[in-house]
Every structure is written in C-alpha cells, then in structure tokens.
Nanobody
Framework: QVQLVESGGGLVQAGDSLRLSCAAS????????LAWFRQAPGKEREFVAG????????SYADSVKGRFTISRDNAANTVYLQMNSLKPEDTAVYYC?????????????WGQGTQVTVSS
C-alpha cells in the first residue's frame, strides 16, 4: 500500500512560480509511474503531468507544456512539479497519483491534494 502526501501549494500571483512535492511511503517507489492531476471548482479532475519509472519518460497536458516540469527523486521517494509562469486558470487542487508500472492500468494511489490559487 502506497501513501502519498503532497505539499507546497499556496496563494501566488499570476506569473509567479511554485514547486509542489509529493512524498511517498509504503512501496518500492522506483517501480511506480507517477503523475500530477488537478481539479478546479466545478470541473472534472484532469491530468497535468506524468513520469514513468523507466527512462524516465515525461508527459504533459497541452495547457501546461513549457511551463510545468515533473521530476522524481527515487532516493528521496519524492515526485515534484515545478510550476512557472502560473496563470489564474491553473487554480485548482493538485493531486499526486501513483500506479505500479506495467501492472496497473490506472492510477490507484492518490494523495489528499494541495490547493494552488493564482490571483490575477
């Protein structure tokens, strides 16, 4: 059983940067694919960025390409999301997610979320 705890959210102004962290415990971290999702008020949860354990290979939603960077530190059991040039439309609760690479089809471990609010 993997436990995920996000941190680093907050209130910032448009154009600012934030770095989210997600600390994992309870599993062999390096064998998991990891991702960040977000959910804005009144909207469905959406994929933001993902990183595989092999490679690693990264992927991004079009809305954040060139502004956000996902990375992982397997020694520290942590995945990061560096968010630059933040926009008001990035306001959401951000969730960290994990799935066993090559075994799970969907992300089945989730953190509790961290709020990111971007003011204009």
């Amino acid at each position: 059983q993997v436990q995920l705890v996000e941190s680093g959210g907050g209130l910032v102004q448009a154009g600012d940067s934030l770095r989210l962290s997600c600390a994992a415990s309870g599993g062999t971290f390096r064998y998991y694919d990891l991702a960040w999702f977000r959910q804005a008020p009144g909207k469905e949860r959406e994929f933001v960025a993902g990183i595989t354990w092999r490679g690693p290979i990264t992927s991004y939603a079009d809305s954040v390409k060139g502004r956000f960077t996902i990375s992982r530190d397997n020694a520290a059991n942590t995945v990061y999301l560096q968010m630059n040039s933040l926009k008001p439309e990035d306001t959401a609760v951000y969730y960290c997610a994990a799935k066993r690479s090559g075994i799970a089809a969907t992300y089945d471990y989730w953190g509790q979320g961290t709020q990111v609010t971007v003011s204009s």
